[in-house]
T-cell receptor
Framework: DQQVKQNSPSLSVQEGRISILNCDYT??????FLWYKKYPAEGPTFLIS?????DKNEDGRFTVFLNKSAKHLSLHIVPSQPGDSAVYFC??????FGPGTRLSVLP | GAGVSQSPRYKVAKRGQDVALRCDPI?????LFWYQQALGQGPEFLTY????????KSGLPSDRFFAERPEGSVSTLKIQRTQQEDSAVYLC?????FGTGGLLDQPQHFGDGTRLSIL
């Protein structure tokens, strides 16, 4: 039981547009969530996190939204850039990764 | 400062051989994690340490896998009598602290992994 799931294996977006990556969780005990980005042949890189006391956390082009009633979080990247093309993972506090979502930003 | 360092970057071994993979965490990081990542999958948790104590090894796939962190810094993941299904990227991560109740409250910082190929 992963407890945190990403249901879209891939996403393609035009450069300059918004990318929205989604994640659902089942464990109501989680109060801290993280997003990681992974390029091929590299380890995952921490991107942004959110604590359940907030419903939004922003860092430059990256914003994470948390909807506790729906047990849903999303990562918004705007504007998307070709360098954002990578696999994105969301994590709950049990440090279990799902398969991730592969984002392709097209020039 | 230096990030998490893993060595070797690539390791090729014959089936049945023993291998040892090393992880140098970020200095001062209390917690250290090992993951196994198969092609096309997300990283799968193997084990974690808080200082020198191995607090969870529930993800180790068999008793051929053994991890240690004797002085609370460098860690070694050892795989005995390797099998072809052990071929994967092995990732190490460290974090400054660890939350209560076995739950993360800080980001993990990952190394670039060791790609293990068993022939």
């Amino acid at each position: 039981d992963q407890q945190v799931k990403q249901n879209s294996p891939s996403l393609s977006v035009q450069e300059g547009r918004i990318s929205i990556l989604n994640c659902d969780y089942t464990n109501s005990m989680f109060d801290y969530f993280l997003w990681y980005k992974k390029y091929p042949a590299e380890g995952p890189t921490f991107l942004i996190s959110i604590s359940s006391i907030k419903d939004k956390n922003e860092d430059g082009r990256f914003t994470v939204f948390l909807n506790k009633s729906a047990k849903h979080l999303s990562l918004h990247i705007v504007p998307s850039q070709p360098g954002d093309s990578a696999v994105y993972f969301c994590l709950g506090q049990n440090f279990v990764f799902g398969p991730g979502t592969r984002l392709s930003v097209l020039p | 400062g230096a990030g998490v360092s893993q060595s070797p970057r690539y390791k090729v071994a014959k089936r049945g051989q023993d291998v040892a993979l090393r992880c140098d965490p970020i200095s001062g990081h209390v917690s250290l994690f090992w993951y196994q990542q198969a092609l096309g999958q997300g990283p799968e948790f193997l084990t974690y340490f808080q200082n020198e104590a191995q607090l969870d090894k529930s993800g180790l796939p068999s008793d051929r896998f053994f991890a240690e962190r004797p002085e609370g810094s460098v860690s070694t993941l050892k795989i005995q009598r390797t099998q072809q299904e052990d071929s994967a990227v092995y990732l190490c991560a460290s974090s400054f602290s660890f939350g209560t109740g076995g739950l993360l409250d800080q980001p993990q910082h990952f190394g670039d992994g060791t790609r293990l190929s068993i022939l």
